[in-house]
Every structure is written in C-alpha cells, then in structure tokens.
C-alpha cells in the first residue's frame, strides 16, 4: 500500500524557519517525484514545488511564489522527502500536504497524497 | 485568482448529473497539456479522480467522466450520490509559469 506521511507542522512566529517531513512508504520511493502542495484555510490548492528522482538528476522546481524561499530535498536512504520553509509569514499558514508524482514533464498527476501537516504562522 | 477557472458551486439532486467546467487559456490547456481532477472529501487529504483522457485509477466509479475542448475542459458526474459532496479542482500545467496549477476548486452539494 501506498503511503505518504508528514509531519513537522508547528505553530510559529513570523520569520522562524521550518523543516516539513514526508515519509513514505509502499512504493519504490527513489523512482519517483515528489511534491509539495499547500492549502490555505478555506482556500484551494496550491503547488509549491517538486523534486524528481535522482535519475533526474534530483532537479527541483518551484512556484514562483516561494521560489528562494522554500527548498524541497530527498534522502532516498529513508525514502524521506523535505520542504524547508524560510522567512515564514502569515500567508504561509496552511495544511501542507506531500505528493507522489506520476506522468511525464507537462503531464504530471499527484497520484497518492498525505493526510497533511498543518502550519500556523502568528504572533 | 487562480490560472485555471473553475465555478465556486455546482449543485444536484441524487441520480442527477452535473458538470463542473475548468477554464485555462492558451498556455493550460489550450496548448494541450493534460488536465487532471482531485476530489477532497471533507476534512480529507484531496484524492486523484480522473487524469488525462479520461483515465480512473483503480476503485473511481464510471460515473465520472472527463472531456477537453479549446482551453477548457470538464468533469461531468452522472447519477449524483450523497457521497459525491465534496470539493472537486482541475490541475493542469502552465507553460508560461513553468509551473503546476489548480483550479480555484468547485463544491459540489447534493440536494
């Protein structure tokens, strides 16, 4: 069974930094992408970024909006993918969801997804 | 405002059918590139649906339904169910942002 699971979410002040975790497991994690999906209350999703596998070269992308400030990594020895978040504000308050990707460049799916972990930056 | 267009609210009554419509332009799908669907129960994680031409991954009744025309494309459901009530977004890609993107999501209620 496919599974993906996060965890690190945390209630924190405003410029803090934060690491998210995405453990997996069911699937033969090192062959896959793995993506980073936010959801603001009441609001609808948002990609954030992904990155491929190391036979991609571990490339990343991201969305423009967190582009320099967010960093997606992998530890493939734990079939572990990250989302280090910097300079944290308000809007980053969300459930942040991990993602496996399928399909192809311009096609991909996120065909198996966490529960999420849920972000709360205040003062 | 989000790159794909989508309608906040779709509603039915049980046995209906309803559509919900995701509207890009020539960057989303109109260049193309496939479209997918996610339907987010409440208080759940979203779930894939329906991706690309009409493909269900295992256990997503026929009574979903996909089609694609211009730079839109539609999710069609047949025989509403009370199960059905949930939040449904598209999900396609953006060549012009080089980036992944959703729908603004529907809410479809069963009446």
């Known amino acids: 069974e496919v599974k993906l699971v996060e965890s690190g979410g945390a209630l924190l002040q405003p410029g803090r930094s934060l690491r998210l975790s995405c453990s997996t497991s069911?699937?033969?994690?090192?062959?896959?992408?793995i993506s980073w999906v936010r959801q603001a209350p009441g609001k609808a999703l948002e990609w954030l970024g992904f990155?491929?596998?190391?036979?991609?070269?571990?490339?990343?992308e991201y969305a423009a909006s967190v582009k320099g400030r967010f960093v997606i990594s992998r530890d493939d020895s734990k079939t572990s993918a990250y989302l280090h978040l910097n300079s944290l504000k308000s809007e980053d308050t969300a459930v942040y969801y991990c993602?496996?990707?399928?399909?192809?460049?311009?096609?991909?799916?996120?065909?198996?997804w966490g529960q999420g972990t849920l972000l709360t930056v205040s003062s | 405002q989000s790159v794909l267009s989508q309608p906040p609210s779709v509603s039915g009554a049980p046995g209906q059918r309803v559509s919900i419509s995701c509207t890009g332009g020539?960057?989303?799908?109109?260049?193309?590139?496939?479209v997918h669907w996610y339907q987010q129960l409440p208080g759940s994680a979203p779930k894939l649906l329906i991706y690309?031409?009409?493909n269900r991954p295992s256990g997503v009744p026929d009574r979903f339904s996909v089609s694609k025309s211009g730079t839109s494309a539609s999710l069609a459901i047949s025989g509403l169910q009370a199960e059905d009530e949930a939040d449904y977004y598209c999900?396609?890609?953006?060549?012009?942002?080089?980036?992944?993107?959703f729908g603004g999501g529907t809410k479809v209620t069963v009446l």
């Open positions: 993602a496996r990707v399928s399909g192809y460049f311009g096609s991909e799916r996120f065909d198996y």
């Open positions: 069911g699937f033969s994690f090192d062959d896959y992408t």
């Open positions: 990155i491929r596998s190391k036979a991609y070269g571990a490339t990343t």
């Open positions: 020539s960057s989303t799908i109109g260049a193309g590139y496939d």
């Open positions: 690309g031409n009409n």
């Open positions: 999900q396609s890609y953006d060549s012009s942002l080089t980036a992944r993107v």
